[in-house]
T-cell receptor, first 115, second 114 residues
Framework: DQQVKQNSPSLSVQEGRISILNCDYTNSMFDYFLWYKKYPAEGPTFLISISSIKDKNEDGRFTVFLNKSAKHLSLHIVPSQPGDSAVYFCAASAAGGTSYGKLTFGQGTILTVHP | DAGVIQSPRHEVTEMGQEVTLRCKPISGHNSLFWYRQTMMRGLELLIYFNNNVPIDDSGMPEDRFSAKMPNASFSTLKIQPSEPRDSAVYFC????????????FGSGTQLSVL
């Protein structure tokens, strides 16, 4: 059962435009959400996170939006740059017990930014 | 800081052989995680440790898989015997506290079982 889903395997955008990556989750116990970026032959690196008590978090060109009622979050990159080309993973965790620190990842979305 | 260090970077072995993957977490981190990435299942958590103690191994696929953390600076993931379906990229990650979900990942071990 895929509790975190990224339904778009890939996304292609032009440099300077906005990139929007989407993620849906099914587990209502999830209360913390993260985005990771992964380049080939490297491990994922943390990009941005959001707690369920917020609906938006911004860090430079990156903004994450959370819609709890729809169990949906999105990552906006503005403006997109060729160096942003990578695989983006959405991840979620649930508080309490042995769940602390246990992240459930989506399948990933390959973002390609064309010059 | 050197980050999370994994070895080997690549491992090619034959079915039935024992495989040992190694991980050195970031100094001072007290949580360590082993993840596996496949095309079919994406990134899935196999096991994680807090203060060297296994907390959740529900993701370990079979008894052929075992993990240890003998001290705060070293962990191993062993597969015995290995099978072709174990072929994947195995990532180790560490974090500062059990409440900090910001994981720092190693570069991974690409395992190919022939």
């Amino acid at each position: 059962d895929q509790q975190v889903k990224q339904n778009s395997p890939s996304l292609s955008v032009q440099e300077g435009r906005i990139s929007i990556l989407n993620c849906d989750y099914t587990n209502s116990m999830f209360d913390y959400f993260l985005w990771y970026k992964k380049y080939p032959a490297e491990g994922p690196t943390f990009l941005i996170s959001i707690s369920s008590i917020k609906d938006k978090n911004e860090d430079g060109r990156f903004t994450v939006f959370l819609n709890k009622s729809a169990k949906h979050l999105s990552l906006h990159i503005v403006p997109s740059q060729p160096g942003d080309s990578a695989v983006y993973f959405c991840a979620a965790s649930a508080a309490g017990g042995t769940s602390y620190g246990k992240l459930t990842f989506g399948q990933g979305t390959i973002l390609t930014v064309h010059p | 800081d050197a980050g999370v260090i994994q070895s080997p970077r690549h491992e090619v072995t034959e079915m039935g052989q024992e495989v040992t993957l190694r991980c050195k977490p970031i100094s001072g981190h007290n949580s360590l995680f082993w993840y596996r990435q496949t095309m079919m299942r994406g990134l899935e958590l196999l096991i994680y440790f807090n203060n060297n103690v296994p907390i959740d191994d529900s993701g370990m696929p079979e008894d052929r898989f075992s993990a240890k953390m003998p001290n705060a600076s070293f962990s191993t993931l062993k597969i015995q015997p290995s099978e072709p379906r174990d072929s994947a990229v195995y990532f180790c990650a560490s974090s500062g506290t059990a409440f900090n979900e910001k994981l720092f990942f190693g570069s991974g071990t690409q395992l190919s079982v022939l």
